[in-house]
């Protein structure tokens, strides 16, 4: 297989590779596909209703930023948050590069894409706790910090949440546990990731834009 | 030349990059098929669109406040 493959170009032999299982595999893979978009999709719902809830508490305040004794709440830096949504968006790209080398067989360039990931996460990370610490307003007292603390706060456990499962994935990857046939944990893991990156994407334009 | 600048030129930057890399990504496998490369494909498009939403924010069109 490995001969036959090797005549052909990159992306027919990552195709030729990736029917290229036992009729089991192939099957589970279909449906461990199906349930993790599944699981996103619930991910998604629960996004979505926090989401609804912050814009229902929004166009229903008399003024935006609400009034809090008597003065009203700042709003949030919008320079500092479009470089910090570009360093989890280019998280999202260096990610899609080290599955698309683990496809075509490069392990090293693999290692050195997830690991750019994994920095860019953590980067990230980093960025909302020094948000955190200098936006001014607390969970407690406004609709505004409540909803605000809610919402970033479950995204950027799904992003530690994102590392910590790209950090496995990469060492299950070194041991051996998947092969250019069999990948579907690296597959997953790059989903989820991107995932994360398009929820992030509407909470920047809700708290940061509109 | 202000912290918030210097943020924005990173950030105006960044979004020009990640997002042309992301919608070479999208070219490159427009073509692929299976479940996997179609929720790949939109998510990849919609984050392209986030870098043009951050690209509007670093020029100041969007989320500009008086």
Redesign the interface.
Known sequence: MATAVGTLDGHEAVAARYHDVDPVYAETRDLRLTGFILFLLSDCVLFSSFIFAYVYLRTSAPAWPPFVGGHQLPWFDTSFAAFNSIVLFGSGVTMHFALENWKHLNKRKFNLWLIATIILGLGFLLGQAHEYSVVGISWAGSTMGASFFTLTGMHGFHVFVGVCYLTILGIQANRGVYTGSKYFGLTAGTLYWHFVDVVWVALFFLFYLW | MT???I??G??FA??I???V??LF?LKNDW???G??AL??KI??G??A???V??L???LNV????A
């Not at chain 2, 969007?62 to 406040?65: I, S």
């Open positions: 912290e918030a600048v943020e924005k990173a950030a960044g979004a990059l990640v997002g890399t992301a990504q073509a692929a098929q479940l996997d929720v790949t998510l990849l919609l984050m669109f986030g870098c939403l951050a509007l924010a670093a969007l989320g500009a406040r």
